[in-house]
């Protein structure tokens, strides 16, 4: 059992961090690439300090409350 949850926990790890940049506010920035076949430039959300800092409060969380050890993906890796 512990084999499959060492080898699932990066796709726990990524899903977490995709839910996060999808539901944690971020501004919209207007890049300075063009649409094709267009002068529209295209729209950039940008919130990508905040997802990782929500990620590392969330580890630090889990290991603080002994949820997970904090060398976690060392002993499963």
């Known amino acids: ?3 499959i949850i060492g080898f699932l926990s990066p796709v726990i790890v990524y899903a977490i961090i995709f839910i996060l940049g999808l539901i944690l506010p ?3 920035v207007v890049g300075y690439v063009t649409k094709e076949n267009s002068d529209e ?3 950039y959300r940008l919130n990508g300090l905040l997802v990782m800092f929500m ?3 969330t580890w630090i969380i889990l290991c603080n409350y002994q949820i997970l050890d904090w060398d976690y993906f060392y002993q499963y890796r």
């Open 1 to 3: 059992m512990d084999q």
């Open 55 to 57: 990620t590392v409060v």
């Open 26 to 28: 971020g501004r919209w």
């Open 41 to 43: 430039k295209l729209k």
